[in-house]
């Protein structure tokens, strides 16, 4: 199985930060990652999928980059609303594992 | 617009067996491929199974596998997660999810989610 891990685990940040998360897999995944935005009570939100491109409707403050096993999701100035948990997610193969998650917070 | 909404989730002994029903509207449910989900007290996400969107192949996370079944009823657009021989470590909330992809085998990306439905294993 293909293992995620996510850096750091926990930031603290400011309205207006810059916020880079990172995520290893554990062997190539060519661009195969996703990340997802989850709020306390909520339902995750897909953010980014095959690692670079935004989902529908995501403001264009979140942007991903990376391939084969280090990749990142960004966030540019960062709002209110952005305060959340976010994970990576592999979907090169099944099993199709998520990172530990990143939670950024005030 | 699109909806998943789960239910059946409840407080059940270990050993036993539960099933989780996910309906959906608002779009072509044969088209797309669906996911099960779990996220335990205060831990992370957790991939547990995928069904094709023709109901043709599935896959399991090992630690499920042989006791949870994943299905689909096309004729009711609802997706199913039978749970059998429940352990304490089964305890989450479950969420349903539609793959992004359509009419093609599943992508492993998830972009519609339902709001989850908690279940307990406890003696």
């Known amino acids: 199985d293909i293992q995620m891990t996510q850096s750091p685990s926990s930031l603290s940040a400011s309205v207006g930060d810059r916020v880079t998360i990172t995520c290893r897999a554990s062997q190539s995944i060519d661009t195969k990652v996703n990340w997802y935005q989850e709020k306390p009570g909520k339902a995750p939100k897909l953010l980014i999928y095959f690692s670079s491109n935004l989902q529908s409707g995501v403001p264009s403050r979140f942007s991903g980059s990376g391939s084969g096993t280090d990749f990142t999701l960004t966030i540019t100035s960062l709002l209110p609303d952005d305060f959340a948990t976010y994970y990576c997610q592999q979907s090169y193969i099944s099993p199709f594992n998520f990172g530990p998650g990143t939670k950024v917070d005030i | 617009q699109v909806q998943l909404v789960e239910s059946g989730g409840g407080v059940v002994q270990p050993g036993t067996s539960l099933r989780l029903s996910c309906a959906t509207s608002a779009y072509t449910f044969t088209y797309y491929g669906m996911h099960w989900v779990r996220q335990a007290p205060g831990k992370g996400l957790e991939w547990v199974a995928v069904?094709?969107?023709?109901?043709?192949?599935?896959n399991y996370v090992d630690s499920v596998k042989g006791r949870f079944t994943i299905s689909s009823d096309f004729s009711k657009n609802t997706l199913y997660l039978h749970m059998n021989s429940l352990r304490a470590e089964d305890t989450a909330v479950y969420y349903c999810?539609?793959?992004?992809?359509?009419?093609?085998?599943?992508?492993?990306?998830?972009?519609?989610w339902g709001q989850g439905t908690t279940v307990t294993v406890s003696s």
């Open positions: 069904i094709w969107y023709d109901g043709n192949n599935k």
């Open positions: 999810a539609r793959d992004l992809g359509h009419r093609i085998p599943a992508t492993g990306i998830m972009d519609v």
